[in-house]
Each structure stands twice: as C-alpha cells, then as structure tokens.
C-alpha cells in the first residue's frame, strides 16, 4: 500500500457513521463525503487499510456507554491498520510511509473519539500506535489490537504467572483465542529465561523447572462443539464444549477463571498504549503468537452491516476484519 503525499490528501472521504444511537442494521450508514479528520500535533493521519470490529463498537452503538460516550455522530471503530500520510509537529516516532496498527482510542469507553476506523483515512495519537511487524499483513494486524491488548492487560490483572492453571470462558472469540496463546508464549519465555540466566547451583534444574512450570499449569477453554480443534490447535489442554457441558460442574479448580463472554466480577476497561503492543512485537514477529481471523471474512468495506450482523450473533471466531478500505 503506497503512501499518498500530503498534497493528494482528501478533503473528504468514505466512512461509516452512525447519528444516532440503536442497533446497527437501523443506524449505521455508508456517507461518501465525510470530512478527512484535522490533526492534531501529537497525531498522525493514517490511510486505512483493514480494520477491525469489536463488541465495544455495537454497545457503543446501543447507547449502552452513553453516560460517558462522546455524542454521536460517530464514525465507527477502533483497531485499524494503515499507512501514516501526514504526521504533527510533536510526533518522533513515525514518519510518512511507515505501516502503523493501534487501538486508536486509549480509554475505550470513557469519552472516546468520534472518528474512528471504518473510514478511508483517520487520526490517532502516536502513543497508542505502533509499527506493524513486517510479517503481518495489514488485515492480521487490524485484527489484534483491542484484542490482544485486553488479553494481556487482563492477565496482568489477574496477577497471573507460570504455574497457575487457567480457564478461559469464550476461548474461540478474539480475546479468548490471544489468551490461550499468550499464556502458552509468556510461560515458555519465563522458562527459557529462567534456565539460561540461573547459576547452576539453583535449586531448579532446567528439567525440574520445566516440570514445575508445565506440569502444574494448564490451559482450559471453552468453545462450541466446531471451534474445539481450533482451542486445541492454539494450545489448550482441556477443551470443553459448552453447548454439552455446565462448567459449573467441573471437578477440577483453577486458579484463575478469565471471562471473555460476561460482563461483571473483576473487570477493567482497558487502557491502550503502543507499549503493549511493541512489547509482543517479538512473539508475533516469531509466529508463536498469530493473528485469528473469522473463517467468513475479510469482510469488503461495502459489507460493513453484514460483518456487524455476523459479529452481533456471538458465533464470531476469532476477530471479524474489514479489508480493503475502501
């Protein structure tokens, strides 16, 4: 995807926007001639490529934020992948032409922006952006963002570390299928660090540390009956099929239970910073950690409704992408 110069920046551009607050069949529209977002010194403009839908997009739409939602009219969306056009005065750490993929919204309820991703082009502050690794192509990266970043953040909630066991409620959906293989990948590290920084004199040897680390833990998830191979394929020890089995029932504890599907108990609004994401740059760039796509999409940027429609059903796997833009 080429970068445009700043001269062939539109005034105006495609996006899809909604005016007012209900469900998305009813309210999102598909508008030609919305105006190409100012910005700001500490932002850069970004040519869209893919982007990516999340619950938070439909709820928001719900009105279900709208105490502390910023009023519509909003352009929808909030992972995006693109190429930076046009970068402000204050900004170091891009320049025009570099591949970007970011949350471009860094609290994600609390007054977020009203121009978000589904557009041609869109803003965002250079501190929730980061390079896209190169191995990713543009609608893997537009996939992670909102997902990953919850996943991690929430493990750092839960204070959670090698040795723990885990179940992960709504394994297949977009946080749950980063959840699984971060968990896998960050334990890994954890040992591998361990064993080749420790004097030998440690009271683990390197087989006796594997043991402690692989031997206590394990990875549960949950999924419909059809995504139990994909929970399998991503490193899940215990797969369990909701639709058969009530969790509720299970003779086994775990010592962290991570809910991707409900709303209460102990919850965080996540916080999106580039840090996250550069911090993982090396497990994604290694494909130990990937990037899971719904099997019906990429989703063409015409057929926005039909992915919101899908994404709305709960039986999304992975996360639901627009690519191309437009």
Same mark, same amino acid.
């Not at 999340?54 to 105490?67: E, H, I």
């Given at each position: 995807?080429?970068?445009?110069?700043?001269?062939?920046?539109?005034?105006?551009?495609?996006?899809?926007?909604?005016?007012?607050?209900?469900?998305?069949?009813?309210?999102?529209?598909?508008?030609?001639?919305?105006?190409?977002?100012? *910005?700001?010194?500490?932002?850069?403009?970004?040519?869209?490529?893919?982007?990516?839908?999340?619950?938070?997009?439909?709820?928001?739409?719900?009105?279900?934020?709208?105490?502390?939602?910023?009023?519509?009219?909003?352009?929808?969306?909030?992972?995006?992948?693109?190429?930076?056009?046009?970068?402000?005065?204050?900004? +170091?750490?891009?320049?025009?032409?570099?591949?970007?993929?970011?949350? =471009? +919204?860094?609290?994600?309820?609390?007054?977020?922006?009203?121009?978000?991703?589904?557009?041609?082009?869109?803003?965002?502050?250079?501190?929730?952006?980061?390079?896209?690794?190169? +191995?990713?192509?543009?609608?893997?990266?537009?996939?992670?963002?909102?997902? =990953?970043?919850?996943?991690?953040?929430?493990?750092?909630?839960?204070?959670?570390?090698?040795?723990?066991?885990?179940?992960?409620?709504?394994?297949?959906?977009? *946080?749950?299928?980063?959840?699984?293989?971060?968990?896998?990948?960050?334990?890994?590290?954890?040992?591998?660090?361990?064993?080749?920084?420790?004097?030998?004199?440690?009271?683990?040897?390197?087989?006796?540390?594997?043991?402690?680390?692989?031997?206590?833990?394990?990875?549960?998830?949950?999924?419909?009956?059809?995504?139990?191979?994909?929970?399998?394929?991503?490193?899940?020890?215990?797969?369990?099929?909701?639709?058969?089995?009530?969790?509720?029932?299970?003779?086994?504890?775990?010592?962290?239970?991570?809910?991707?599907?409900?709303?209460?108990?102990?919850?965080?609004?996540?916080?999106?910073?580039?840090?996250?994401?550069?911090?993982?740059?090396?497990?994604?760039?290694?494909?130990? *950690?990937?990037?899971? =796509?719904?099997?019906?999409?990429?989703?063409?940027?015409?057929?926005?409704?039909?992915?919101?429609?899908?994404?709305?059903?709960?039986?999304?796997?992975?996360?639901?992408?627009?690519?191309?833009?437009?």
């Amino acid at each position: 995807m080429a970068a445009a110069s700043s001269d062939s920046i539109p005034t105006v551009n495609k996006a899809w926007i909604y005016s007012d607050y209900g469900k998305s069949a009813d309210v999102l529209k598909y508008e030609a001639n919305v105006p190409v977002p100012e *910005v700001r010194e500490d932002q850069v403009l970004i040519k869209v490529a893919a982007a990516s839908l999340n619950p938070v997009d439909f709820q928001r739409m719900l009105g279900l934020f709208k105490a502390i939602d910023s009023p519509p009219p909003t352009v929808v969306g909030y992972d995006v992948a693109g190429v930076v056009v046009k970068v402000g005065s204050q900004v +170091n750490k891009f320049k025009v032409g570099d591949e970007v993929y970011g949350d =471009i +919204n860094e609290v994600s309820v609390k007054k977020p922006k009203n121009f978000g991703t589904l557009a041609e082009y869109t803003a965002a502050e250079e501190a929730v952006l980061a390079l896209k690794p190169k +191995n990713l192509s543009f609608a893997e990266a537009a996939s992670l963002p909102v997902a =990953i970043e919850t996943a991690y953040e929430g493990l750092e909630v839960a204070e959670f570390s090698a040795g723990k066991s885990i179940l992960v409620l709504g394994g297949a959906g977009g *946080v749950g299928t980063q959840v699984i293989q971060l968990i896998i990948s960050l334990c890994f590290s954890l040992v591998l660090i361990i064993t080749l920084t420790r004097p030998v004199s440690f009271m683990f040897n390197p087989r006796q540390l594997a043991k402690h680390v692989f031997g206590a833990s394990k990875v549960a998830a949950t999924a419909s009956t059809t995504k139990l191979d994909l929970l399998r394929s991503l490193g899940a020890d215990l797969t369990i099929d909701y639709t058969k089995e009530n969790v509720e029932d299970l003779q086994e504890k775990f010592d962290v239970v991570y809910d991707t599907v409900a709303v209460g108990g102990i919850s965080f609004a996540l916080t999106s910073t580039a840090s996250t994401l550069e911090k993982l740059e090396p497990y994604l760039e290694s494909g130990k *950690v990937k990037a899971v =796509i719904d099997p019906k999409g990429p989703f063409p940027f015409s057929k926005t409704l039909e992915a919101f429609a899908h994404l709305e059903t709960s039986r999304a796997t992975g996360k639901v992408v627009i690519y191309p833009i437009p």
